[in-house]
């Protein structure tokens, strides 16, 4: 009798250990498959900003300029608006001063190319000059010490409203007509001779995964 009942409780107790071990397992399970959920979820929003992204430069269209795609490889933190470091290079056919685009715009200029990269300056760069167009006005972009963009000393004859686009001039080897921003705000200058005109960027650099690089245009 004895026997029988050690043998109970023995039986008892591996199915206590069994049944613990299994509820065990099970609630692990459970507590893993959020962080599953959570991790695929992440993976499909970061193709699916990298879809939206790739098909909104497939929509850029400027006629008579080749263009190449190219993803960012580095975006450094502590040089945030100075440059960055894009996938194509000279092997690519990319070259120094091309101008680098997304869908919203202008965002910088090439600055040099190795093989299979290149590093671009960005138009927050402090070292930024570019020339621009503001309806049949021609400035000098320049970046200020709080990253913030200027056409400056252009005469006070100048017919510009805030809210008209500023485009890239088309005097340099930067294509014309390449959308930078919108005028934010006018200024005259103490002798009220020159025009300073601050500007809205219309082109993001939040979340830039890829650009669009355009090249040379095509001489017909």
Known sequence: MKKLYNQLILLFFLFCFLTFDSFSNLITKIQKEPELDS??????????????????????????????????????????????????GSQENIM?????????????????VTNHTSKVRLLT???????????????????????????????????????????????????GDILIGIVEQIELDDLGLTTSIKINRTASLDNLNYVTILAKEIKE
């Open 39 to 88: 991790s695929l979820q992440i993976k499909y929003q970061n193709l699916l900003k990298d879809f939206e992204d790739l098909s909104g430069l497939k929509e850029i269209s400027l006629l008579n300029i080749t263009s190449n795609y190219a993803q960012i490889l580095f975006h450094d933190p502590l040089e945030f608006f100075s440059e960055i470091t894009i996938s194509k």
């Open 125 to 175: 760069n402090i070292n930024t000059n570019l020339s621009v167009r503001v309806g049949d006005s021609f400035g000098i972009l320049t970046t200020n010490s709080q990253k913030e963009n200027w056409i400056k000393n252009l005469t006070k004859e100048t017919k510009i409203e805030i809210g008209d686009k500023i485009y890239t001039s088309g005097l340099t080897e930067i294509p």
């Open 96 to 112: 120094p001063n091309s101008a680098v685009i997304t869908n919203e715009g202008l965002i910088g200029i090439v600055k040099s």
